[in-house]
């Protein structure tokens, strides 16, 4: 599965890329929970080029089990939302902005 390399303990995580067609940025916080079909991610993205530069949206996708970003829909398991929910507790600002949906 896909992880922020370091270059050593002490620098902070480099943050992975994304590009869509109306801008292109990092993934600025990340909630992952894993099955045995996929990685499930919950993903915070920071558009820094683009005509939405500046901008944030929510990505909801996953990755197989080979570590591959797969483009369709996120069919999430009743057994990981917990840990989905855990994983959230480490991304402030996602857990705001998903706070917004439900509300």
């Keep these: 599965m896909p992880k922020r390399a370091t270059k050593s ?5 480099q943050l ?11 993934i600025e916080e990340e909630a992952v929970a894993e099955d045995k079909y996929h990685r499930s991610s919950i993903q915070l993205l920071k558009f820094l080029e683009g005509p939405a530069a500046g901008s944030y949206e929510i990505r909801f996708c996953y990755y197989n089990p080979d570590g591959r970003f797969q483009r369709s829909p996120l069919v999430v398991d009743e057994e990981i939302i917990g840990a989905l929910a855990k994983s959230l507790k480490t991304t402030p600002r996602l857990r705001a902005m998903l706070k917004k949906l439900v509300a």
């Design 9 to 13: 303990p002490t620098e902070a995580p």
């Design 16 to 26: 992975r890329s994304f590009a869509l067609h109306w801008g292109f940025g990092v």
